[in-house]
């Protein structure tokens, strides 16, 4: 295994609480010393002064496509797309073609994975067949074939009988259910935020209404069952007020935000550039503020991508008939990080909500540079300035609302497993 040496930087564990300047040592895969002065030895060595060292990002919330929509993104090029965004590990959902509702395609996604991902990459698999909201899948069998959580994201589980019975069986096994709530009697062909923007653009609303009456339904369920409920890109402002309840309730919620529901709000839907078309869709200012100050106050735990890619011809039609959803990996650090520079958030519990509360929600190694931690690192250039152009990214997609935005803030080192997979000068390394 390599050996690596990353010299001087700012180096940020929420796990310990440390936030110091040290060296970072790497070996065999492991983290191998922390402290000043480090001996580089035979050593490949990081120059990592005016930038922060922390453990990898966790992205618990993407579409990678495979199987069966190759022509918008692969396994391998999400991979790549992940680790030049700084992320180490990514969970993909299980709308794919065909569904992952059966172990086979959960054992199918780790074999491609470990072929052409340089990011650790883990399966959720469907929480009921074909997505449809009416049989369970095979729980345990997915879980025993390397599944990581159970939703069926992207569709809805209406029935509150068949969510009942999902949440019931996954304590089980113990692990999470990740919900996509929205009402769809209430979201009713909405395709953007129901309010004085819907209004001026003459498009369908989708209300608060939608998110908030699913919410409540699947927190009461939770309590009833004692289930790990996670709420997937939250939306509202009801949503967070629910969530911050139930958990002062001591129910057992967990949820996320995206960084576009944290940094735009339906005012970027006016020019109808599909890009800013997603589900849940962005939200009212007053939305927004709830949602950032529920990242904050620690409501909603991590940042999560929903990284969705769409080709080219799928998001340039109507903005009624335009799929929902835009690329987030290579953007999400830039993005994220303007919350620490209006200081909203300190480094720490930005690192925490970027990668250590992931990695503990889905019950996986990362999320802390212990000695002896597996060496999932991230570089982070805090000031580095670059103007992003999806066509030049890694991703096979560039729907992204950020098209050639100038950013400030980037990953310029990604480790994965003790193997440097990402340079910002060489590019990814990688598979």
């Known amino acids: 295994m390599s050996r690596i040496l990353i010299r001087g930087g700012r180096v940020l564990d929420p796990v310990a609480g440390l936030d110091v300047q040290a060296d970072v040592l790497i070996e065999d895969g492991r983290i191998a010393g922390l402290g000043a002065g480090l001996a580089a030895g035979k050593a ?10 922390a453990p990898g990002f966790v992205d618990m919330h993407v579409h990678l496509r495979e199987p069966g929509q190759e022509y918008k993104e692969d396994i391998g090029s999400g991979g790549r797309a992940a680790v030049a965004g700084g992320f180490t590990a990514v969970a993909c959902m299980a709308n794919t073609s065909p569904v992952n509702d059966d172990p086979s395609v959960t054992q199918y996604i780790l074999e491609r994975a470990r072929a052409t991902s340089p990011a650790r990459v883990y399966p959720i698999a469907a929480a009921t067949k074909g997505l449809k909201g009416e049989v369970m899948t095979e729980m345990v069998a997915q879980r025993a074939a390397g599944a990581v959580a159970f939703s069926d994201d992207g569709k809805v589980i209406m029935d509150s009988g068949v969510m009942r019975r999902v949440l019931e069986y996954s304590k089980m096994i113990d692990v999470p259910i990740i919900v996509h709530a929205e ?8 395709v953007v935020n129901e309010g004085p923007i819907s209004t001026k653009l003459g498009l369908p609303g989708n209300p608060n209404l939608a998110e908030a009456v699913l919410v409540s339904r699947d927190i009461m369920l939770a309590s009833e069952t004692g289930a790990h409920l996670h709420v997937a890109h939250v939306s509202t402002h009801e949503a967070v007020d629910l969530i911050r309840r139930a958990r002062e309730q001591g129910i057992r919620v967990t949820a996320e935000v995206t960084p576009h529901h944290l940094a735009l709000t339906d005012a970027a839907t006016l020019g109808f550039d599909t890009n800013a078309k997603m589900a849940p869709p962005l939200r009212s200012q007053k939305d927004c503020e709830a949602c950032v100050q529920g990242l904050v106050d620690g409501t909603l735990d991590c940042v999560a991508t929903d990284h969705a890619p769409h080709a080219i011809h799928e998001k340039e039609v109507d903005f009624i008939e335009a799929p929902c959803g ?7 650090v830039p993005v994220t990080l303007e919350l620490v520079r209006a200081g909203r958030l300190a480094p720490l519990a930005w690192v925490r909500a970027m990668s250590t509360n992931a990695a503990q929600i889905l019950q996986q190694a990362g999320g802390s540079l212990s000695v002896g931690d597996v060496a999932d690192v991230v570089v982070i250039d805090p000031e580095r300035e670059w103007t992003y152009d999806p066509v030049k990214g890694y991703s ?3 729907n992204s609302p950020w098209a050639g935005a100038r950013l400030r803030g980037r990953a310029v080192a990604t480790i994965v497993a003790g193997r440097l997979v990402y340079d910002v000068e060489r590019g990814v390394l990688h598979p």
């Open 326 to 332: 835009v690329l987030g990996l290579e953007t999400a």
């Open 44 to 53: 490949e060595v990081i120059d990592a002064k005016g930038c922060w060292v």
């Open 183 to 190: 009402d769809c009697s209430l979201v009713a062909g909405g």
């Open 396 to 398: 096979k997609s560039i």
